[in-house]
Structures are given as C-alpha cells and as structure tokens.
C-alpha cells in the first residue's frame, strides 16, 4: 500500500460514512427504520437489495473459489441473481399486500405464534451466519494488503458496520448500498475486463487451465453446485433484509424494477469476479486463495483507483454485513421482544431496542469469526442460505399463495424435520445429492400431506 492507495481508500471511506450519517437524519419512527416509510424508488430497493446481497461472499469469496474450481465459483451470484427475478416477480406482490413489515409477522397471522418465534430464531441465526462470513472477508482482504492483526481488523470492521447503518435503518441500507453498487460494480468490473485483456481473452484461459475443473458449471458435481443455486433462491425469498427491501418500495412496480436491476448487477459482478481469480490461478498458482481479488488490484491497478476498490471491496463486506444484521434485530425487536417482553413499547424504545440488538449481534459476530479465522468463506454463506431456506421457504410460500391450507402443527414439523435432515443426512445421501436436497424434499412433503388432509377433510 503507498500514499495514493491510502488517500484513495480514505475518499471512499469518507463517502460511506457522510452517507450513513445523512440516511440518519430520514429516521424518525421505528417504522422509517424497518421499512423506510415505504416511499423508497427502485434505487433505493435496488440498492439495498444489492448493498446487502452483494459482499464478501460475492466478491472476494467468488475469486477465491475461482481459483480453485473456476467457472463453478458462479453459482452464488447466479443463484442470486435467479432469486432477485423470482422474488420480484413472484413474491412481492403478496407479500406487499400482506402489510407486514417482518416475515414473523405473516407466519404468525397465517399459524400462530410458535411457529412464527421458531421460525424467527432459526432463520436469525442462518443471518448471523452470513454476518460471520462477512467479517471473515474483511479480514481476508484487509490482512492480505496490510500488516494489521486479525483482532484489530475484525474490531474496525464492526464499527463501521454500525456507523453503516445502526443510524439509518432501511435508510442508511438503501442510500449507501446504491452508492455503494456503483462503486462496486465500477470496480469489480474495471478489474475482470484487465484480466480478460492482459490474458487475451476467454480463450488463452482455457489454453492455460483443465476445462473439465476451471470450465465447468458442476465441476464439483451436480448435486453440490445445483444445491448452491438453490439454497440461494431459497435463502434469498425467505430473508428479512430483502423482505425489507421490497416493502419499502412506494409502489409495486417500483419493487419489481429494483429486483430486476439487482438480477441483472449481481451475477454480472460475479462473472468479473471470476475471470480475476482464474487470472491469478494462471499467473500467481502459490497465493493464498482468499487474497486473490486484493492481490490483483494491489499488483495491477493504478494507486489512487486501486485504494478506492479496496476500499469499497472492504465497504461492500460492511453494507452486506450490515445489512443482514438489520434484519435480524427487525425480527428479534419485532417478533421477540414486542411479542414476549413488552407488547406495549412506544415507537421511540423500539427504535432504540432495534439499534441495540443490531450493535450486539455484530460484536457477536465479530467474536464468532475471530475464532474461525481461514476458514472458506463462501461455505459460512451457502449454510446460511441453506438454514433459512429450508426452515422458512415452504411455510412462507404456503402462507403467501395457499393461506388456511396448512396447520399450526403440520408448519412447525416441516421446518424442524427438514431442517434435520440438511443438518444429519449428510452421512444417508450425502455420497450422490446434497442433504439441502433432502431436506427442501422432505420439508415440501409433510407441507403436501397437511394440504392434502386439509382439502380432504374440507370436501
């Protein structure tokens, strides 16, 4: 790092910050926090889908596993990208309608409120997961370019992660996350299209790597790479922070543009992702794999453009982080301190428990990633993807397009059986289909049985 990387560097940082400071200023109710007043554009949705969808895990974390398997390092951003158009053009309509401001909410109008607290506490801590992973990334990047310890690195990245959006909400998620997009898009895109023509082109890559591991959509096979895609569409639909997003749109249109925008932006990032990590896997074989992206924009960039990637690759983990965070203290305020601690909290304690829980669950995190630094980091965000998609996708989906289908009891055994079985049946199927398989399947029958005994018992 020289003079200019750092100078670069502080004049997005400051960017940031000025940012979340003034998205403060929007906030007035706990409502304004949740759901932005619901008078967000496109952008904003966009922004905030983007900003918290798009972090380590879809950057550093996507060329860290192209340097090892190549092409199949796609499917995050591809899954994400799937999940942008189905939860635009799909979901948002109903769940709109549905006027809840939290996914809580609506499992408890539709069976009760057990269901809605169990389902509330395991997708929060499938989120808690994808903050974890996004410190991981931090540290990843910040010790690959600087000669800081993990401790430190991880302390400062929880910090602006508050700053981020503890003031703002919603608010701060959006505005940021939408100056944050166009920064990264610049960015990560700047840098794949170097790598593309200093390589010459798409086929001096496959001159210079395998095609059957680094050209390969499954090369770590079908069941693994097809079960990233779908616990992406999965996690995607039934997570707060993009709940959020879609419900703090003015209008249903409105909502709709933003999860097209984020459908086109993100496996597009992903893609330039890619090619920076396959460059690297050809030039630079004995790197660490998770330094693979900084080290690139450190080795080829010019300074003062470099420092403002790095910074933004260093904000792109803050906002997703952040982000997600603000999803979990939505639904732990919400749907677990209103419901059993105190239902008649005026606005201003809400608003004040919702900032509060934010702050703990990033210390938290901060603490949980200390003690795993090294590991993958895309493994942390396709487990979390995994864990709400599966509690959470089928009652959501029964709730949203069948309501008074599905039993009180019927929900609560679809999560807790299927959730068992991507978590133990690993060793029954784990040798030809991934456990997420098994447990979306399982899940989805006992929904089908309690549909079918429902209807039966109605004719």
């Given at each position: 790092m020289t003079l200019l990387h750092y100078i670069g560097a502080v004049l997005v940082l400051l960017l940031i910050t000025l940012l979340g400071w003034y998205s403060g200023t929007w906030v007035k109710t706990a409502g304004d926090f949740i759901a932005g007043g619901r008078r967000a554009g496109s952008g904003i949705v966009a922004g905030s889908i983007i900003g918290t969808l798009v972090g380590g895990?879809?950057?550093?974390g996507t060329a860290q596993l192209a340097f090892t398997w190549g092409l199949s390092a796609w499917w995050f951003t591809l899954g994400s990208g799937i999940a942008c158009l189905i939860l635009g053009f799909f979901y948002a309509k109903p769940l709109r309608e549905s006027g809840a401001d939290t996914m809580p909410q609506l499992l408890h109008r539709e069976y009760g409120k057990k269901v809605a607290t169990t389902a509330?506490?395991?997708t929060s801590l499938g989120n808690f997961l994808s903050v974890v992973a996004q410190v991981l990334a931090s540290v990843a990047l910040v010790t690959s370019i600087a000669t800081m310890p993990a401790p430190v690195v991880t302390v400062i990245t929880c910090l602006l992660m508050i700053v981020y959006v503890v003031f703002g909400g919603i608010w701060g998620a959006g505005i940021v996350g939408t100056a944050k997009t166009v920064l990264l898009a610049l960015s990560v895109g700047v840098c794949g299209l170097m790598a593309l023509y200093w390589q010459g082109g798409l086929g001096s890559f496959m001159e210079a790597l395998p095609a059957e591991q680094y050209f390969n959509l499954i090369a770590r096979g079908a069941a693994k790479d097809f079960g990233v895609g779908l616990s992406l569409i999965m996690g995607v639909v039934t997570t707060q922070a993009y709940f959020q997003a879609i419900a703090s749109a003015r209008t249903l249109n409105l909502a709709k543009g933003g999860a097209l925008i984020s459908a086109i932006v993100i496996p597009s990032i992903g893609a330039c992702g890619i090619l920076v990590g396959l460059y690297m896997r050809v030039h630079f074989p004995d790197i660490p794999s998770a330094s693979a992206l900084p080290l690139f924009v450190l080795q080829y960039v010019p300074p003062l453009f470099g420092g403002m990637i790095l910074a933004t690759l260093f904000v792109t983990v803050v906002g997703t982080a952040a982000g997600v965070s603000l999803g979990v203290s939505s639904v732990l305020c919400n749907d677990i301190y209103c419901v059993y601690f105190d239902p008649n909290s005026s606005d201003?304690?809400?608003l004040r428990v919702s900032r509060l829980i934010l702050a703990g669950i990033l210390v938290a995190a901060g603490l949980t990633s200390f003690l795993n630094i090294g590991s993958l980091i895309l493994s942390w965000s396709i487990l979390s993807m995994a864990?709400?998609?599966?509690?959470a996708c089928g009652i959501l989906s029964f709730a949203l397009f069948l309501?008074?289908?599905i039993s009180p009891a019927c929900a609560m055994w679809s999560m807790l059986?299927?959730?068992?079985c991507v978590l133990f049946g690993g060793p029954l199927?784990?040798?030809?289909?991934?456990?997420?398989?098994l447990g979306f399947a399982v899940g989805i029958a006992i929904l089908l049985v309690g549909y079918w005994r429902t209807g039966s018992r109605r004719t």
């Open positions: 895990s879809s950057t550093i509330a506490l395991l201003k304690k809400r864990l709400r998609g599966v509690v309501p008074g289908h059986v299927g959730l068992a199927v784990g040798a030809f289909m991934d456990p997420l398989f």
